[in-house]
């Protein structure tokens, strides 16, 4: 059987201003969360600050409410790889490493950005993970160009990932975003022979590579949001909303063109 050809929903230039608006707002929020990251500061309190500064700017958190998650902020502590749930339990330490995943909607428009940062010092296989999972998510931005299909873009990110000895996890990929957070295609972070959907004009997709130091699969948590590593080790995320041009593709979650706060 033939399978069924996902509808994408294609975005004009001034869907793309306003995309941008929502993208660029959560990369700053994300700004003031990763300022906010320090020894004893709780996952709690980084989703208190993340909640205050959408009401400061007048745009709704994306992520509350959506498939029942509890909190605005996914947290990713050490070998969290996503989707973990904010808690006043979970205080930071000097050596973690901390993703925070976060998205706002604007005037109907979604914003999702991504960044793993440190907690103070950290030891020298986590500052480079966290270093490759950046870069393995600029390839895949790199291969975002018009034209190139889907499956070049996850080539381009296993490739930085593994090429540094990592592993690329396969149980979460990025998506299309729009009018809703999550939006056809998927789009993986690793070669899928399959996955030949050109890209083109007026595509925004979120890629959202998760770069493990030792095994690719993970395991969910009792709570069934946390997904930890099935080997404890650590885990990076990164993730940015890009507008396919006809010049190229374009990061929106950059700061500087967001909501300004009140
Ligand atoms: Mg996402």
Partial sequence: MRARRAEIM?????????????ASTTSEIVDELVAAVAPGIS??????????ACRRRGVT?????????PSCLCVAVNDVVVHGIPSAGVVLREGDIIGLDFGVVYRGWYGDHARTVAVGAVDEESSRLVAVTKQALQAGFEACQPGNRLRDVGSAVQRCAEGAGYSVVRDFVGHGIGRRLHEEPSVYNYFDREQLMRLRAGMVLCLEPMVNIGTADVRLLADEWTAVTADGRRSAHFEHTIAITPAGPEVLSISGAGVRAA
């Fill in 10 to 22: 294609l975005k004009s230039e001034k869907d793309i201003e306003q995309m941008r608006i929502a």
């Fill in 43 to 52: 996952t709690l309190d980084l989703d208190r600050l993340a909640e205050e």
């Fill in 61 to 69: 958190p994306a992520f509350k409410g959506l498939y029942g998650f």
